[in-house]
């Protein structure tokens, strides 16, 4: 046996108070095992983890692969002066926009809708503008480092969220146990003190 090994398996003993000591309580074994399952369950949660970014990570470029087939990036052309626009937000903080109106033939077709363009922008300026496959305006689509991200922000989240409910689990035991050895250690020593009172 290596002397890592030895070590790890004195720390685990010692951890979970194997043996007949004792001035080993019940509640220092019960916390013990506690402890150990902790750590053991931090291991295993790594893989499940794992798995969650991967799942998203799947479903993130299964929806990549759809927006590749449904949206396309193509140039319209402004056809006025841009504009600046309020727009209310989540927080319901206006928050201002420029916007010029645009054209863009699409299967030839001309559509017209008002764009987002930096600000300042003049007519006649060409502006890429993502559309649908009717040639409606559309939201940009997912990037491959967005995706990424999504996944990695999953599976940590994934890991941090369940260790984080186990923790406050074995803390609120952990508070009982010693709020039980102390009214243990009570009764001991008013039974000490009545024994030779």
């Given amino acids: 046996m290596s002397a890592s090994t030895r070590a790890t398996a004195s720390l685990l003993r010692r951890t979970i108070h194997v043996g007949h000591d004792p001035m080993v309580r019940r509640s220092d074994r019960i916390e013990g095992f506690m402890s150990f399952g902790l750590i053991?369950?931090?291991?295993?949660?790594?893989?499940?983890?794992?798995?969650?970014?991967?799942?998203?990570?799947?479903?993130?470029?299964?929806?990549?692969?759809?927006?590749?087939?449904?949206?396309?990036?193509?140039?319209?052309?402004?056809?006025?002066?841009?504009?600046?626009?309020?727009?209310?937000?989540?927080?319901?903080?206006?928050?201002?926009?420029?916007?010029?109106?645009?054209?863009?033939?699409?299967?030839?077709q001309v559509h017209r809708e008002d764009i987002t363009v930096d600000?300042?922008?003049?007519?006649?300026?060409?502006?890429?503008?993502?559309?649908?496959?009717?040639?409606?305006?559309?939201?940009?689509?997912?990037?491959?480092?967005?995706?990424?991200?999504?996944?990695?922000?999953?599976?940590?989240?994934?890991?941090f969220s369940i260790m984080s409910l186990l923790t406050i689990g074995f803390m609120l035991i952990r508070v009982w146990l010693d709020r039980s050895r102390d009214a243990q250690w009570d009764r001991d020593l008013r039974a000490f003190l009545d024994a030779h009172g």
């Fill in 40 to 108: 053991v369950l931090a291991i295993l949660l790594v893989p499940f983890a794992i798995w969650a970014g991967g799942a998203t990570a799947a479903s993130q470029n299964a929806l990549i692969a759809d927006q590749a087939r449904s949206t396309h990036s193509i140039a319209a052309v402004t056809t006025g002066d841009s504009v600046t626009s309020s727009v209310a937000t989540a927080d319901y903080i206006p928050a201002n926009t420029e916007t010029a109106p645009a054209q863009w033939n699409w299967n030839g």
């Fill in 119 to 159: 600000e300042t922008t003049p007519a006649g300026t060409s502006v890429d503008i993502y559309v649908d496959n009717n040639g409606d305006k559309t939201i940009a689509p997912i990037t491959q480092s967005a995706a990424d991200v999504a996944a990695v922000v999953t599976g940590i989240f994934t890991w």
